[in-house]
């Protein structure tokens, strides 16, 4: 596999060395007339480049039509001549990423030597199809406030768009390595994960957990344009449930261009949030220090004396470092110091006689007592206090107390009416984020048939004590350290014309998305805890996590999923040809695309701890309150509340794709082009490579631990288990496949006159599926044994050995008895990825030679969208019988709420089978313990499990609609603006509000905007060499007021749903 792929590689790197030709739609098109209107068939029409004098040559067809595809984005010249005669020519043609220009030229009688000119100085309409969406050239995307120089942020100025990722007074996640939140954007009511990210055609998705991430990020200044489509009515876009993001990378020209710059930021240049400035929040601004600088140049490749590339050979280069210092300040929790002492903490004196807690009622300070857990009386469950409130140190347990030796001691006082021992460490750290990107491109006409690019892309980021939780020093620290995240990008196109009326395109693309998390310093030798037989047993060596009530959580941090390494690698290719044939542009291709996502989720891979006040609490049985034992007194005394170790598996997923697809522009009449496209999805369910994946759940098995079980009620089976993939003939995907996933394409576009089109289309996309399924069986919980007497002593394992022997996964073995006691997930194997129906219809006017205004009611419907349901919920009529609103009593609810002997509790038929315990499910649960349970219990459908998820259940539905208005104006690249106002709103329905009650939702989203006003400009001012004032001045008067002096603006006003108006 990887000999063929380094051999195909190699191949197309032999062909490309690459042209200015992209996969997109971007094409240029026209129809040949002589003055009467009466159409041309071969006339010569010749397409020049303007930036890099590349020619382009095609023959009218015998209905003088011509079309050149393939195009990049530019500035492009068209002429046209045929026998008797002149030669007509338009100039300075604006060619937009995935745009369709249409160039009509009417030929007057004479000879090819007469050249008639006409320079192109109109914003020309798209007459051609009905495809909606926004083009941002690449002075707006160098040139908008863009917070971190992200190109994708300027989508969500476009009408039917919103931004919703995470930007507010907290947290701003809009820098370009911020992977999992820049690509968060909601298209036309859609979900905001959903979108497709391309660059120069290839695919920049990425699979981070089974969440839809984007993969690289380009800087602003390696990007020719950008074009974000809503609604993609053209067959060559899919695997979509929102709209596509398409970027072109920059080219090199006939001329150098290049660029030095620094983007610095300072807290003394800040404003404040409006989040911090709320007067609620009432917040100072948060100190920050940003650097991102960096170069950019392009060309023609040019080596004295052995090659000039001028007209044939182009390069673009760019490198930018980030570098960024946030300070970060807060207070935590550590134990208070023993009364009166320095150096030493209640913990290690076992001094408790200064505990106390405010009591608000009397406004004063009252004792905290500690109570021995060794003399709970084993009748009523009552305990005796410590003496004074003081353990024994001969009671302290040695390994607890070295957990803690790694807290730093108290460094401030603690309030007055606060808790014992709360925000007594004030700490400061200092966050650091440093990343570096490269992309270099290079373009290589070889002639009038073969072009060719070829583009490398690289990135990293790396994140050091960001988004700290604890301020702790040392192994005990809670954070990133570090976060890492890297890219690679590969891609390479080659472009051959068969004939003017037949091209091929070829693109192949490679790429990896590396993500690598730890949530705390790492590796930790577990020896320096006396855990040294541990080390062998465990799948990470980390500081364990400790979560003691009234000391801030420390340790590796476990509860945010440990350790984590995801990469994620993708294959992908598009052969196209694209035929004209009399007034149709026919375009034929596969869009192939072979994703591995391979992930770990560490855990608590050494182990996790908690500490409540249940050992030094009075009465086994509840806590009387504040006064009622103190966490941190327990945890000395050597027993957590309870504590587990995970081993969790390494996984492999494969997602293949690939897609046939037929599009068909159909020049109808001069005035009316039909757009007819059909694309097929084969969208191959995950699998995992070891099959290291639970399957279906079973409902109608008999679950073998049936056998094992007495005393269940006539008529009451256990029926129902989970199934694995590949065993026992079970696939070895998560879900089926879906061979239907066809989407036709229609669209129009009327020219009611040379100023105004009416245009609509209507078409079907599919979602990218992420799913990675579940791994019960294939992960493994080891649960810590705190007591051998249900919780009266601790007289089970204490923190010097938690963990005697470490349970480890032992796959499918258990087969249908797996997870028994337990609630869980399990997939829908007749899932059905979700997809959308988009629509449209409007008019567009374009307001003298620069400005255009559209008018257009936009919808679309998906359907099929993911849902979840719990499939072994309790009866209605059981829950019926405990809800007082449907006719329960009083006494009754307090039966069911209340664990004794009444109708609503039934004696434990699982008490005490192996199948049910800890060793067996890694977990302690009721099951297993409990002398009753609930009566409910035996009207679930499967009596031995907890509630069962099932996700990917294909309820929901939603429908948008909404008028959208959009102005655009542009002004010899003087002044350009976008405005645009939104009328809409989101209906969401299927979702189940509540299980047991099966009643449905039917709602106005939360997400819809009732009204939504976006306006982005950016005016380059007349100042400097070669414009209207200071036009004659001098480079250092040029650099300081002239070149590059602009005003730009980004505005965005929305109304936003109110919580009445959407549950109404």
Not at 372 to 380: A, E, H, I, S, Y
Request: net charge neutral.
């Amino acid at each position: 596999m990887y000999r063929t792929l380094l051999r195909l590689t190699a191949l197309t790197i032999g062909l490309a060395i690459s042209c200015t030709v992209q996969a997109q739609i971007t094409r240029i098109t026209g129809r040949i007339t002589d003055a009467t209107g009466a159409v041309i068939p071969k006339a010569q029409v010749t397409l020049t480049n303007d930036g890099t004098a590349e020619q382009l040559n095609a023959l009218t067809t015998k209905t003088g039509d011509y079309s050149f595809v393939h195009l990049a984005p530019g500035l492009y010249d068209v002429s046209a001549t045929a026998k008797g005669f002149a030669t007509e020519q338009q100039t300075s043609l604006h060619l937009n990423l995935d745009a369709v220009l249409t160039v009509d030229l009417s030929l007057k009688l004479g000879v090819a030597s007469e050249v008639v000119t006409v320079a192109a100085d109109e914003l020309l309409l798209n007459r051609t199809n009905a495809d909606r969406g926004q083009t941002f050239t690449q002075d707006e995307i160098e040139n908008s406030p863009l917070n971190g120089g992200v190109p994708l942020l300027l989508a969500n100025t476009a009408p039917g768009v919103e931004f919703t990722g995470t930007n507010n007074g907290v947290n701003q996640w809009v820098r370009p390595f911020d992977n999992s939140s820049i690509n968060q954007f909601s298209t036309n009511g859609q979900g905001s994960d959903t979108n497709d990210f391309q660059i120069d055609g290839a695919p920049n998705n990425s699979n981070s957990f089974g969440s839809r991430d984007i993969g690289y990020v380009p800087p602003s200044g390696s990007v020719q344009e950008m074009k974000f489509i809503s609604n993609p009515y053209d067959a060559q876009y899919g695997h979509t449930g929102g709209g596509v993001f398409d970027i072109v990378t920059k080219y090199g020209t006939n001329t150098v261009h290049g660029q030095i710059y620094e983007n610095a930021r300072r807290t003394w240049l800040d404003a404040n949030t409006h989040y911090n400035d709320n007067p609620q929040i009432n917040l100072k601004k948060t100190s920050d220090t940003r650097d991102q600088y960096g170069f950019q140049v392009d060309g023609p490749v040019y080596i004295p004396h052995l090659y000039n590339g001028h007209g044939k050979t182009f390069f673009e280069v760019q490198g930018e470092n980030w570098s960024q210092n946030t300070p970060k300040t807060g207070t935590s929790w550590v134990p208070a110091l023993s009364p009166g002492s320095t150096t030493q903490t209640v913990a290690e004196t076992g001094d408790f006689s200064a505990a106390d807690y405010y009591d608000g009622n009397c406004q004063c300070r009252k004792p905290i007592t500690i109570y021995d857990p060794l003399t709970t009386d084993l009748v009523t469950k009552v305990r005796q206090p410590f003496s004074g409130n003081r353990i024994p140190i001969s009671r302290l347990n040695a390994a607890a107390l070295k957990y803690l030796s790694y807290l730093p001691l108290p460094n401030r006082s603690v309030g007055a009416d606060q808790p014992y021992g709360s925000n007594n460490y004030a700490w400061s750290v200092t966050a650091t984020d440093r990343y570096k990107t490269a992309i270099i491109r290079l373009d290589q006409n070889f002639g009038a048939k073969d072009r060719a690019y070829i583009r490398f892309a690289w990135s990293k980021r790396f994140q050091d004590v960001g988004d700290t939780y604890n301020g702790i020093p040392g192994p005990a620290a809670q954070g990133v350290f570090p976060l890492v995240r890297q890219n690679h990008f590969f891609t390479t196109d080659w472009t051959h014309t068969f004939s003017s009326n037949a091209v091929f395109d070829l693109h192949l693309s490679f790429t990896r998305y590396a993500y690598n998390q730890s949530q705390g310093p790492s590796p930790f030798d577990l020896s320096q805890l006396g855990l040294g037989s541990l080390a062998s047993q465990v799948t990470a060596q980390v500081f364990p996590e400790v979560d003691i009530d009234g000391v801030t959580g420390f340790g590796d941090f476990a509860s945010n999923g440990g350790n984590k390494l995801s990469i994620t690698n993708t294959i992908s290719g598009m052969p196209t040809l694209t035929l004209v044939r009399r007034s149709h542009t026919i375009k034929l291709g596969m869009d192939y695309r072979w994703m591995k996502a391979s992930n770990f989720t560490g855990g608590a891979s050494s182990g996790h701890f908690d500490e409540s006040t249940f050992w030094t609490q009075q009465n086994t049985l509840a806590n009387l309150g504040s006064q009622d034992g103190y966490a941190l007194a327990s945890w000395v005394l050597g027993t957590p509340a309870n504590g587990h170790l995970d081993v969790n598996p390494k996984q492999y997923f494969s997602y293949p794709y690939f897609a046939p697809f037929a599009q068909d522009d159909w020049k109808f009449t001069s005035k009316l082009t039909l757009n007819f496209g059909l694309r097929w999805d084969f969208q191959g369910p995950p699998s995992e490579a070891r099959n290291q994946i639970v399957g279906d759940f079973s409902t109608t098995a008999q679950n073998p631990v049936a056998s094992s079980v007495a005393g269940l009620p006539s008529g009451v089976q256990l029926l129902g288990g989970m199934t694995f993939a590949g065993v026992n003939g079970q696939p070895t995907t998560i879900y089926n496949w879906n061979w239907n996933l066809v989407q036709p394409r229609i669209g129009f576009a009327y020219a009611i006159d040379n100023d105004t089109v009416v245009r609509g289309g209507f078409g079907d996309t599919f979602e990218q599926s992420s799913a990675q399924g579940y791994s019960q069986g294939f992960s493994q919980t080891t649960a810590m044994t705190t007591s051998l007497s249900n919780g009266t002593r601790p007289d089970g394992n204490t923190i010097d050995d938690p963990f005697p022997v470490v349970a480890k996964p032992v796959g499918s073995a258990r087969g249908l008895a797996t997870s028994l006691g337990d609630s869980f997930n399990v997939s829908n194997r007749s899932f059905h990825i979700p997809g959308v129906w988009n629509y449209s219809f409007g008019f567009t006017h374009q307001l003298g030679s620069h400005t255009s205004v559209d008018l257009s009611y936009v919808g679309s419907k998906g359907f099929d969208l993911d849902s979840t349901d719990n499939i072994n919920h309790v009866s209605a009529a059981f829950q019926a019988s405990c809800n007082i609103l449907q006719g329960s009593t009083v006494s009754r609810l307090q039966e069911c709420l209340n664990p004794s002997a009444n109708s609503a509790w039934v004696t434990n038929p699982y008490l005490g089978n192996a199948a049910f315990s800890p060793a067996a499910t890694g977990n302690q649960n009721g099951y297993y313990t409990s002398q009753l349970l609930p009566a409910s219990i035996y009207s679930r459908p499967s009596p031995q499990f907890g509630d069962i998820y099932q996700t990917e259940q294909n309820d929901g539905r939603s429908r948008f609609d909404s008028l959208q208005v959009s102005g655009t104006h542009r002004w010899n690249d003087a002044l350009t603006f976008h405005a645009n106002y939104v009328w809409s709103k989101v209906m969401s329905s299927g979702y189940l509000e509540d299980s047991i009650y099966r009643t449905r939702q039917h709602h106005i989203d939360t997400g819809t905007r009732p009204w939504r006003y976006t306006f982005n400009a950016v005016w380059h001012l007349p100042v400097g060499r070669g414009h209207r004032y200071l036009g004659t001045s001098n480079y250092v008067v040029d650099a300081l007021l002239g070149a590059g002096s602009w005003l730009r603006s980004i505005t965005t006003k929305r109304e936003r749903l109110s919580a009445f108006r959407a549950a109404s």
